[in-house]
């Protein structure tokens, strides 16, 4: 059996990496929140490879399966509970959730199919209605079905906004964290919206007005990069979107953790 768990007054937050990511995106945030109260074992911060051995073949909606479970063994253990007992799990916390890129994905299909284990979401450059991504010079790296379900158009794409709206789902409890990372290194987007090198401005915020009148309530745009291989590959010095390089003083921080705890 694992140890207790330490005592914390925080509602717990799982963090989802996003494609061809891991537990190590959240080095920054895991120790940043930590300084700031959180205990270790208020973090879950997963690995689809590590966890599940899942890779880039992998579809998003198995990784959110194989995520619930997880997520619900977890609280009932820092409840003191049986890991297997699921008659308590209607008076656990719903954990925040803090999600990248591909891992927004999976948190909607996590919210799709267990509403009850999310309380509020923070969301960092997620493609909600996709990425093109064949005039990019590093498509090379772009390979899987994964990338295939990220794409403009998708089956799953498509399904999972109509399973949006069916389910009545709303922006309200998510607050979107945008790269503005403007730089001629970084390819313009016809809509001509600032974005952070990969996703679309209007991807990224889930906005379904081409006229921008509908942002979301709560987004916010940051001088930042998608990831920071993406910096590495354009050789630039942008931050990446989850890197906190001003430690608690960084404004990604000091929004996120805001939100989550007002």
């Not at 401005?201 to 990069?225: C, P």
């Amino acid at each position: 059996a694992r140890a207790a768990p330490e005592a914390s007054l925080h509602r717990p937050v799982v963090f989802l990496h996003g494609y061809n990511g891991s537990a190590e995106t959240w080095v920054d945030f895991v120790r940043v929140f930590g300084a700031a109260g959180y205990a270790k074992d208020d973090m879950l911060v997963f690995d689809y490879g590590e966890m599940f051995g899942a890779d880039e073949d992998t579809p998003i909606e198995e990784i959110a399966r194989l995520v619930v479970p997880r997520v619900r063994s977890w609280l009932r253990w820092r409840a003191g509970l049986p890991e297997d007992d699921a008659s308590h799990d209607a008076d656990l916390p719903a954990p925040d959730w803090i999600c990248h890129s591909m891992g927004g994905l999976v948190f909607r299909v996590v919210l799709k199919n267990a509403p009850g284990l999310v309380h509020r979401c923070v969301d960092f450059g997620t493609p909600h209605f996709g990425q093109g991504i064949g005039d990019y010079e590093f498509v090379a790296l772009w390979t899987g079905y994964q990338t295939e379900q990220m794409s403009h158009g998708s089956s799953f794409l498509w399904n999972l906004a109509a399973d949006w709206h069916y389910y009545g789902h709303r922006t309200d409890d998510i607050l979107f964290i945008v790269g503005a990372a403007t730089t001629d290194r970084l390819l313009d987007f016809e809509d001509e919206l600032a974005q952070d090198g990969l996703v679309n401005t209007f991807s990224a915020t889930m906005l379904t007005q081409a006229d921008g009148a509908a942002f979301a309530a709560r987004t916010f745009f940051v001088n930042r990069i998608h990831s920071e291989l993406l910096a590495d590959l354009y050789q630039n010095n942008f931050a990446g979107l989850v890197s906190l390089p001003r430690g608690g003083e960084d404004p990604v921080f000091r929004l996120a953790y805001g939100y989550l705890n007002d």
